[in-house]
């Protein structure tokens, strides 16, 4: 007799995130209980522990957005991006900043300087000060933002408020998002915390499947304009939601799913050339793919983050794919191994419930780890083979280890809700190790003692007087040899520093000059190179602007020496300084800084 068909049970929406006790007879598939009205409360209370989080590593003075004397590193490159574009016109690529790495295309996004921000702000720029930075108030509204949403995520997991409240702490206390303030815009973490909750929350409908949609389209809207790693990271979560949605939950068909994947596509390419992050004749690929990775030991590495636990070893580069959970986080791992059988099943059940999230999560953090795989620093596996035919796409991704950082949050969540479920009936308990857990993830952490990362610095800034009489007939500060940080052409080898890029990139902003020198995160090296050699050959021909200042490497002085009375040169602050313009204030008083009897190629 032929076996009857298989009846297909119906889908049990992610609202059973929230089981009773596996000792009970009951399912632990059920809905959970609908949270208490004064639920609403923990995401703002949760933000505004953020707040006092960063407060209390040291992010008090950086709120102040006239303070620049902190922002040193690549937090200076962001902040020029931000102050040339302010005083550009509006143009395409939306964000051009004309000003900086002149004449070589420069925007926003190639300065890291945070687009939708810098785009929102620059109307009011006639009303900001002049000295205005915004990285500080960011770096908190991230924090705050990791806080809300943590809580929002862990409210499908419990009803209880406090329980909420200390989930989403576990979010901003996240190592890999203080790690990251020295790179703002990396610090928009929320981004992946937000796909981890529409990936998690139930669906009843069509409809809430389609408002899950718009809500991930929006996410990655904001991701395309904040950093390309994490337009990157949301697409690819977007990716396994809409496999979610027409597979798992079958609340779309495949073919409206095809659908939005290519609106979503098409959203995120526009905004990328919108913004000019292509289409400006600058390679997205670069060097390091394999270089800047994550060790496979990555997520229980503390590197020098903890008192008591000890750093294991990397790779050089590996910083790049730091990923350590915190030691309460490894508090609830420890715990987790002790998990009942039942509830380990119903765990399992729950993986295979979202196996899209989970495919798209291990294979970012596959691509986190490169093709080289590395163990406490120690090589054990070359996959080259396995992603040599990706290696033109792969160039756009040299910091992979970044990567890793969809599956550092998503072993979070997967900890709380084991962790919650565990101790739905003995409530104080589980709020309990929880409020444990948190104190010991910020007590344990080094940088709550030592505040490194926001240390004060003064901005770098000229100080020699005869600057202040540079006027209107100057229109360039020219480093000569061009000076493009982390470029490999011959030409631009030079003696001059990333320091000394930024000291003239504040000059141009205060002066109203271009520069031709900076830090972009993506350069064409043909171009740098043709640029530089155009520059060479102007300077060995005595072909000089008269409206431009030479800022020379000492090492070049003789090409200007020999020019004789064509040029005008001294030393302002260390720097040999040259001009072609035969009258003004600037030129007579720079004529005077040239030490008496000596020749003006006396090395800083």
């Known amino acids: 007799m032929a076996r009857p068909p298989r009846r297909r049970e119906p889908f049990v929406p992610a609202a059973t995130w929230e089981p009773v006790p596996v000792a009970t007879n009951e399912n632990p598939l059920q809905s959970p209980s609908v949270p208490a009205p004064s639920a609403g409360l923990a995401p703002w209370v949760t933000a505004l522990l953020g707040l006092l989080w960063y407060l209390a590593v040291g992010g008090g003075p950086t709120l102040d957005p006239t303070n620049l004397d902190w922002l040193g590193g690549d937090l200076s490159q962001h902040t020029l991006g931000w102050m040339h574009f302010r005083d550009a016109p509006w143009a395409f690529p939306l964000g051009r900043t004309p000003s900086l790495l002149t004449p070589l295309p420069m925007t926003v996004g190639f300065a890291d300087a945070n687009p939708w921000v810098s785009i929102a702000l620059k109307p009011f720029s006639p ?15 991230c924090f705050m933002l990791q806080g809300w949403l943590g ?24 190592p890999v998002l203080l790690f990251r303030t020295g790179h703002d815009t990396l610090c928009a973490q929320w981004l992946l915390t937000a796909m981890l909750w529409l990936h998690l929350r139930p669906r009843a409908s069509a409809r809430d499947a389609w408002r899950s949609l718009a809500q991930a389209l929006v996410v ?42 290519v609106v979503a596509g098409g959203v995120s390419g526009g905004l990328f050339f919108l913004l000019g992050y292509v289409g400006q004749g600058v390679s997205a ?11 496979l030991l990555t997520l229980v590495n503390a590197m020098d983050w903890s008192w008591l636990v000890p750093g294991l070893r990397t790779q050089p580069g590996q910083y790049e794919g730091f990923g350590y959970l915190g030691t309460g986080v490894l508090v609830l791992v420890l715990v987790a191994l002790g998990t009942p059988k039942e509830l380990g099943a119903w765990g399992k059940a729950r993986l295979r419930e979202h196996l899209p999230l989970v495919v798209c999560v291990l294979l970012l953090a596959l691509l986190a780890f ?14 080259r083979k396995l992603f040599s035919p990706l290696a033109p796409l792969l160039g756009a991704v040299r910091a992979s280890g970044r990567f890793i950082w969809p599956l550092h949050y998503a072993v979070v969540t997967g900890l709380l809700a084991l962790t919650l479920a565990r101790w739905r009936q003995r409530p104080a308990l589980g709020s309990g190790l929880l409020l444990g857990v948190v104190l010991l993830q910020a007590l344990d952490t080094r940088e ?23 006027d209107a007939s100057y229109r360039h500060v020219v480093l000569f040899p061009t000076y493009v940080h982390l470029s490999e052409s011959r030409c631009a080898r030079s003696g ?64 200007f020496r020999r020019l004789g009375d064509a040029v005008t040169c001294g030393v302002l602050d260390g720097f040999q300084v040259c001009v072609a313009e035969r009258e003004g204030r600037f030129r007579e008083a720079l004529a005077r800084t040239a030490p008496a009897g000596t020749s003006v190629d006396v090395p800083r």
């Not at 690929?285 to 060790?295: I, K, N, T, V």
């Not at 490169?370 to 996959?383: H, I, R, T």
Request: overall charge positive; some cysteine; proline content about 5%.
């Open 370 to 383: 490169s093709s080289v795989l590395s163990v406490a620093g120690v090589k054990v596996l070359s996959l």
């Open 127 to 141: 009303w900001l000060p002049r000295d205005f930075q915004f990285i500080g108030p960011w770096l908190a509204l």
């Open 448 to 470: 709550l003692w030592t505040r490194n990362h926001f240390t004060p610095a003064p901005w770098p800034r000229l100080q020699a007087p005869e600057w202040a009489q540079v």
């Open 285 to 295: 690929g670069s060097h390091g793919f394999g270089f800047f990775s994550a060790d």
């Open 220 to 261: 990655l809207v904001l991701a395309s304009g904040i950093h390309p790693y994490l337009s990157v990271m949301v697409f690819a979560l977007g990716v396994a939601l809409l496999a979610r949605l027409a597979w798992r939950e079958q609340l779309l068909s495949w073919r409206a799913a095809a659908g939005a994947l």
């Open 496 to 559: 001059f520093s990333e320091r000394d890029s930024v000291l003239f990139a504040d000059l141009a902003y205060r002066r109203h000059l271009t520069t031709n020198s900076g830090y972009p995160a993506r350069v064409s090296e043909a171009r740098v190179t043709e640029v530089c050699q155009t520059l060479q050959t102007d300077v060995e021909q005595g072909r000089l602007a008269r409206d431009a200042i030479y800022v020379v490497d000492p090492a070049r002085m003789a090409l």
């Open 151 to 174: 809580a929002r995520l862990t409210s499908l997991f419990t009803s209880r408020v406090e329980q909420q409240v200390l989930g989403g702490a576990l979010f901003f206390l996240a």
